[in-house]
């Protein structure tokens, strides 16, 4: 059987992932105890035929008894050795979008209280979670990310990939902005010439025929994203050889709308040829949705 964890801070988007997994067909619980994953998973396993069981997805946060949470590495080892498939996708988002996610919806922060405030609260569930974060399959960084974004990424990154089969995700960034925290490769491209420069190029973006046209006219462009081909093609199959199942590589330049939007196209359009789930992700181009060709 398989089962996905869902985990992440109150406010990060544990619930749109739960509904799309739900969607998808597989047999959701919300805030599941820690206690009842192990009877769970056997009552599955004692089905004659691959039933509603086989496929599970149960969110795990905060509400769970402190004691559970900080033995969770024990238990995802024990589980492990039964034979169930585990992955754990946990979402996360900077202080201030959690911040700003439970002023607007003026929900209660489930660890707050009249001598607990919901910063201080934020930051204690961050400590609490540690010990599903550190063993995260995959982790989604949602600042800045709308609802239906985030559907995207958990329907194309989870779901749009076969078992065990490494999902690559190539996004760009702008340094000025602060690097991805759900990086696991970072890429400076800034070195390169920069459009920006150019005020008739100023409106466009590396999408663009006229700033991709800028860049590939620089031996220096041509350079960079040959060696990052060429380094990728070498240690990405390491990575799937030892039962990694995603990556996120993230290209950075000054504001990341020209260089490292072209380079991150490159990239995808180049791996796509021998990778069955990669996405492409602008993170500071609010117009661009995670797309898959």
């Known amino acids: 059987m398989k089962l996905i964890i869902v985990s992440g801070r109150s406010g990060s988007g544990k619930s749109t992932a739960l509904h799309v997994l739900e969607d998808l067909g597989y047999y959701c619980i919300d805030n599941l105890p820690i206690g009842l994953l192990f009877p769970l998973t056997q009552e599955a396993a004692a089905q004659e035929k691959p039933g509603r069981l086989h496929r599970m997805a149960v969110s795990i946060d905060a509400r769970n008894l402190s004691g559970e949470l900080a033995n969770f590495e024990d238990i995802h080892s024990r589980l492990q050795a039964t034979g169930v498939t585990i992955e754990i996708i946990f979402l996360d988002a900077d202080e201030q979008s959690l911040l700003q996610r439970f002023h607007a919806t003026r929900r209660k922060h489930p660890l707050s209280n009249d001598k607990v405030s919901l910063r201080e609260a934020i930051q204690t569930e961050k400590a609490l979670l540690e010990p599903l974060s550190k063993l995260a399959d995959l982790y989604i960084n949602t600042t800045g990310m709308s609802m239906y974004e ?49 005020n008739s190029l100023r409106q466009y973006n590396g999408t663009d025929q006229p700033v991709i046209d800028f860049l590939e006219r620089e031996p220096a462009t041509r350079a960079m994203v040959e060696d990052l081909t060429r380094f990728l093609e070498t240690w990405l199959p390491g990575f799937a050889a030892s039962n990694r199942t995603y990556m996120t590589i993230s290209i950075g330049c000054t504001g990341g709308q020209h260089r490292s939007v072209y380079v991150c196209e490159q990239l995808g359009r180049h791996f796509r040829k021998n990778y069955n789930n990669v996405q492409v992700r602008h993170t500071e181009l609010p117009h661009l949705r995670t797309r898959e060709e």
């Open 150 to 198: 985030l559907r995207d990424q958990v329907k194309q990154r989870v779901v749009g990939r076969k078992d065990q089969e490494l999902a690559l995700l190539f996004q760009s960034f702008g340094f000025k902005h602060g690097v991805p925290l759900d990086s696991d490769y970072v890429f400076d491209v800034r070195c390169l010439p920069n459009p920006f420069w150019d």
